[in-house]
């Protein structure tokens, strides 16, 4: 069989034109010749797009040409089609129309907005290179980008959303308790977990810190399912400029109003821990699980090898992680606490003093440290539901 497309274009008069696009035959099925082939979608879409562009082309230029004062026309010079050259040159006599080069109706640019959005889309994902090769396989056009204009244009759109971005301020929300108690009612709880980490450079020639976090609503009132939805973020803690008003405007994107119950987890580090200050009126701030008990398992290993050497001390100390564990999974801080504190006078003065003991015993005292600055921040997990468990970043 055989299929023949065809495209009409209705005038506003009510005249058609119609333009073939393409001729393709099938014969058998099969998986090879099921539907319409990368190569021919693209052929179509390419005489599509050729259609549209000349009939918009040829209509701007002749509306263009015609003073809109006193209809005299313009004298034109360049290709009618090619947008980049056509050009209706000097001044109307009325001196009131001063064609195409004047106007500010005519396209600006030369990339469109879709395709600069597959482009930085992409982009963020995979390297520019790849992304002008990818763009040549799937776009109905002779891609010419290469990897250099594709990371030039993702860094304009960075400027351009960069330019958009509010001033940084100490505090985000405004109004009052009566204002928030009147807003309607919020989506679901949202969780937003944070975390910091050291990107070095190869031969160790500099580092920078990066944050990175994850935001995840639980539910949508306009959804009639119960399903979550989450937004990821980054950025280079040295190099930004504003990075709460960043975190805010992503918050205020997935819907965040002041009567809402939020939720911040993170590791305890001070840039963490200042970039959500005074984001919500009503937030809570956890130090997330996963970074008391990834603590914790450093420390057990260390004791599988204490016991060996000591078994006696080194079931002692497993023992009592244990314990602790089980107190901070609870919240008793104040239990775990003083566990940690006896723990780390045993390990400092044991019957066999070792170098194992010594390590030990310093990595105890950098738990207990850790535990004692962020003490106010351990919830009880135990009756939290599990949308409050360790974000993975």
């Not at 014969?27 to 090879?32: G, K, Y």
């Not at 482009?119 to 994902?125: G, H, I, N, Q």
């Not at 995840?216 to 008003?245: G, H, I, L, M, Y």
């Not at 030990?360 to 919830?379: C, D, L, M, Q």
Request: with cysteine; proline share 5%.
């Amino acid at each position: 069989m055989k299929f023949r497309i065809q495209v009409v274009r209705v005038a506003d008069d009510g005249a058609e034109r119609m333009k073939e696009g393409m001729e393709f035959e099938r014969q058998e099925l099969a998986m090879e010749t099921l539907g319409m082939s990368l190569a021919e979608g693209k052929a179509v879409l390419k005489g599509v797009q050729e259609l549209v562009a000349e009939q918009q082309a040829a209509e701007f230029l002749q509306r263009e040409r015609t003073c809109r004062h006193c209809a005299r026309h313009l004298s034109s010079k360049g290709a009618p089609v090619r947008l980049q050259c056509a050009r209706c040159s000097g001044q109307c006599r009325c001196r009131t129309h001063a064609g195409i080069g004047a106007t500010v109706s005519r396209p600006r640019g030369q990339t469109s907005p879709e395709l600069l959005y597959l482009e930085v889309r992409w982009a963020s994902l995979i390297p520019y290179g790849s992304v002008a090769r990818l763009l040549g396989d799937v776009l109905p056009m002779a891609y010419t980008q290469n990897g250099m204009t594709i990371r030039n244009h993702v860094l304009k759109t960075a400027e351009r959303i960069e330019a958009d971005l509010g001033e940084e301020k100490p505090v985000f929300f405004d109004g009052s308790e009566q204002d928030w108690e009147a807003q309607p009612p919020p989506d679901g709880p949202m969780t937003v977990g944070i975390d910091g980490g050291f990107v070095r450079a190869a031969h160790k020639e500099g580092f920078f810190e990066v944050i990175a976090g994850k935001s995840v609503v639980d539910f949508r009132r306009s959804d009639e399912e119960a399903t979550s939805s989450s937004k990821c973020f980054s950025f280079v803690q040295t190099f930004d400029q504003k990075p709460r008003r960043r975190l805010w405007e992503l918050l205020k994107s997935q819907g965040m109003q002041e009567n809402q119950q939020v939720v911040f987890l993170s590791d305890g580090g001070d840039s963490v821990r200042n970039l959500q200050a005074y984001l919500h009126p009503d937030s809570e701030h956890w130090l997330d699980w996963f970074h008391i008990t990834m603590r914790i398992t450093a420390l057990q290993q260390q004791v599988k090898t204490l016991k060996d050497e000591q078994p006696k001390i080194g079931e002692e100390v497993a023992r009592a992680l244990e314990s602790i564990k089980h107190f901070l999974w609870h919240g008793n801080t104040f239990q775990a606490l003083q566990r940690l504190e006896s723990l780390l006078i045993d390990l400092e003065f044991p019957e066999v003093p070792s170098p194992l003991t010594q390590k030990v015993a310093k990595g105890i005292g950098e738990f207990e440290t850790y535990i004692r600055n962020n003490e106010e921040f351990i919830p009880n997990f135990g009756e939290r539901s599990p949308r409050a468990l360790p974000l993975r970043k």
